[in-house]
């Protein structure tokens, strides 16, 4: 036993193991934990995240629709306008062909009676070609010697111009259609035989930006007004850098503006929130809470995380419960909007509150706070979101006039995405230099967006990027396109 250890070395040797092995087990805790994030990542899509589908890739995942049927049938329903094409009883044009031979025997027809007639009509445009107005302004001599020219009128200010038409379908192609300048130059070249260049439809953009001024002002007011209002952000790239578009919306209106920041600092300089009074609907987003409204959250985007949980541990029963009690809320608010109620009855409201908390419970029974600084999981960060503002997640059962979700914000705000695909991100700030100036108070945005006051070098702090107004017909198709899409106007875009 003389080749044996000591006692003393090999309580000593087993220490360091040990104290390896524990390392070793931190260490593969650790990596257990990264691994999980990352699969958890992995496994995100549009249904389980706030990721839009687009990014879902080539696969698609299954689809996980919540909605209900309605039993009817697809296509027009019954007591709607169709927009079927139907003969008019005032044609532009009659064309009358009639027949040169008698399709029994031959013999000619030219003096034969016409004994009916059936109409076909043909919708077609009639050929486009510009309609050129020469202003003459007449010089006249006075007897004292004074030479007096003829009044100028509103719209005529150099030898040539564009006239106000022109103007319009220009700003409606790159406003409304988001086509890039270059592109839309070349559709009023190949459709009207308009040959105008991509800094003429610049300028013809700043000028629409100057006239929207007073309807921008309003829109601001009135959304400031409403009783329940729609807040979002989304990224977008301006002058090659990272900038927000922040939206505020109502049934009816929706502003747009583009501001560096996310944060406060953006939603003071739109002007709608600091004086907003009404209830603000968003997505939970930590600085709308700096203004004293009400809110209430939107719902998609407890539904979608609660699916996330669900697809990564199935065991986690209680967001599966959450889900269902929700959508039932949901259903119950549903109908009783539609019976006219303004809220669902107390007594309700009370077994459902209490299921609520029950369930908010067992999740946190089964998903503990984890201790020290540790990162949480995000089942823990929605269940104290959940907890903390229980009264935001179910106002739209409180007030009626609350919906379930942000989705009329994000389906506005989609059309701003929709334009970066198709033409990329802002070139500049302004889109134009001459902006008026003074020197005590802010400079006036041409799409009247109140800026700090800067330097002609510096960079501005915001602008408006869109606003969209809804029209509310039902028998016009092209006025009920309008309300799905922003107005874009008076930003220099990257062709």
């Known amino acids: 036993m003389s080749d044996s250890l000591p006692v003393a070395e090999l309580l ?92 029994g025997c031959g ?9 009916s007639v059936e109409a076909r009509q043909v919708f077609d445009l009639p050929k486009v070609r510009l309609e050129v107005t020469e202003h003459q302004l007449e010089h006249c001599r006075c007897r004292c010697g004074t030479v007096t020219m003829a009044a100028v009128p509103d719209g005529v200010g150099a030898p040539a111009q564009y006239g106000p038409r022109v103007r319009a379908i220009g700003a409606y192609l790159v406003g409304y259609q988001h086509l890039p300048y270059e592109r839309a130059c070349e559709t009023l070249a190949d459709l009207l035989g308009v040959g105008m260049s991509a800094g003429t439809l610049v300028a013809v953009l700043a000028r629409t930006s100057d006239g929207l001024a007073p309807f921008l002002t309003a829109v601001r007011d009135r959304i400031a007004t409403a009783a329940v209002a729609h807040f979002d952000e989304t990224g977008l790239r301006v002058a090659g850098a990272g900038a927000w578009v922040h939206s505020a919306s109502t049934a009816t209106l929706s502003l747009f503006q583009v501001h560096p920041s996310r944060g406060h600092d953006a939603m003071a300089a739109a002007g709608v929130l600091p004086v907003f009074t009404g209830i603000a609907v968003h997505d939970g987003y930590t600085p709308y809470r700096r203004y004293g409204i009400a809110h ?175 029209l509310n017909s039902s028998h016009d198709r092209r006025h009920r396109l309008l309300r799905h899409s922003p107005i874009l106007v008076d930003a220099q875009i990257a062709c």
């Open 12 to 103: 000593e040797r087993l220490a360091r193991l040990e104290s390896s092995l524990a390392e070793r087990d931190a260490r593969i805790e650790v990596l257990t934990r990264r691994v999980a994030e990352l699969e958890a990542l992995l496994r995100k899509d549009s249904r389980t995240s706030s990721k839009p589908p687009s990014s879902d890739g080539p696969v698609k995942p299954p689809p996980r629709s919540r909605r209900q049927s309605s039993g009817r049938a697809p296509g027009k329903q019954p007591g709607e306008a169709g927009f079927t094409l139907r003969q008019v009883v005032e044609p532009d044009r009659v064309i009358v062909h009639s027949p040169v031979a008698c399709g």
């Open 296 to 470: 209430a959250l939107c719902n998609a985007h407890h539904l979608r995380e609660l699916a996330g949980i669900l697809d990564a541990d199935p065991s986690q029963t209680w967001a599966q419960d959450l889900i269902r009690l929700l959508c039932e809320i949901n259903d119950m608010a549903r109908s009783a909007r539609a019976d006219g109620a303004e809220a669902i009855g107390e007594r309700l409201l009370h077994v459902y509150r209490s299921h609520y908390e029950k369930i908010i419970t067992a999740g946190r029974a089964a998903n503990p706070t984890p201790p020290g600084n540790r990162a949480r999981p995000p089942a823990v960060n929605l269940l104290a979101r959940l907890s903390g503002f229980a009264t935001d997640v179910l106002r739209f059962a409180h007030d009626l006039r609350v919906p379930f979700d942000n989705s009329l914000a994000e389906r506005d705000i989609r059309m701003v995405k929709l334009r970066q695909k198709i033409s990329g991100g802002l070139r500049t700030w302004t889109g134009r230099r001459n902006v008026p100036r003074h020197p005590q108070l802010p400079v006036h945005h041409p799409q009247t967006g109140h800026q700090r006051p800067r330097s002609p070098h510096q960079t501005p702090q915001w602008t408006n990027l869109a606003t969209r107004n809804q």
């Open 107 to 115: 013999r000619s027809l030219r003096r034969a009676p016409v004994t």
